[in-house]
């Protein structure tokens, strides 16, 4: 089975509040989006933002440019049917990030719990190389991954797990390490599964 039949069918079959990675208030993406400094006028992209809650609250927080991308269409048909009217204020994107060319730059590339489940060399070295195009020269990225000492799947798949370090390491030297921060996640179904979050910045020509 290929990622994007997998995650359709994951989300045909599953409610958001049931799926293993839901948070009903993404605090620590927010905080760290937050610490960025973006203004309320600049480009953020949620890359595998799917069915998350974190448009919303960036609705809310009244960011004008918010982009949601994901492999399944009926992760963002959910999305638009819950935010309602509000969803117009959003670009909706459906496609693999592997294969993602932007037609612009963002000021905050952001992403849960997407790398993660890039298990092979070429598919990261795809994912980095969109990100590299992708983010401004003055962008930020953040990036939550499974930490070393969380399950070795999630949602039926393998994952790789980071660290801080090896998660610099992972995504190139144009981007600089800035902070990193630890989360316990508890799904729905009582598993704990340890993230870290990182956020990085361009590194300067």
Not at 30 to 40: M, S, Y
Not at 87 to 104: K, P, R
Request: a negative charge; proline letters at 4%; glycine letters at 6%.
């Amino acid at each position: 089975m290929d990622r994007k039949t997998h995650w359709e069918d994951v989300y045909r079959t599953t409610a958001s509040p049931a799926l293993e990675w839901y948070q009903a208030h993404p605090t620590l993406s927010l905080n760290l989006i937050q610490a960025t400094g973006i203004q309320k006028t600049g480009r953020l992209i949620d890359v595998g933002g799917g069915d998350s809650t974190l448009v919303d609250h960036l609705l809310e927080q009244q960011f004008g440019h918010v982009t949601v991308l994901d492999i399944s269409g009926v992760a963002l048909e959910r999305a638009k049917a819950r935010l309602g009217d509000r969803a117009n204020h959003v670009t909706w994107i459906e496609t693999d990030v592997t294969d993602f060319h932007s037609t612009g730059t963002y000021d905050v590339w952001h992403d849960r719990a997407v790398f993660h489940f890039l298990t092979e060399a070429e598919d990261r070295e795809k994912y980095c190389e969109t990100m590299n195009r992708a983010v401004s020269a003055h962008g930020h990225v953040i990036i939550a991954t499974f930490a070393y000492e969380a399950p070795p799947t999630c949602s039926g798949l393998p994952v790789v797990r980071y660290s801080p370090e090896f998660l610099t390491l992972a995504i190139g030297s144009n981007f600089v390490f800035i902070e990193s921060f630890e989360e316990l996640h508890t799904t729905p179904e009582g598993t704990k599964q340890p993230f870290i979050y990182c956020r990085f910045t361009r590194r300067k020509p």
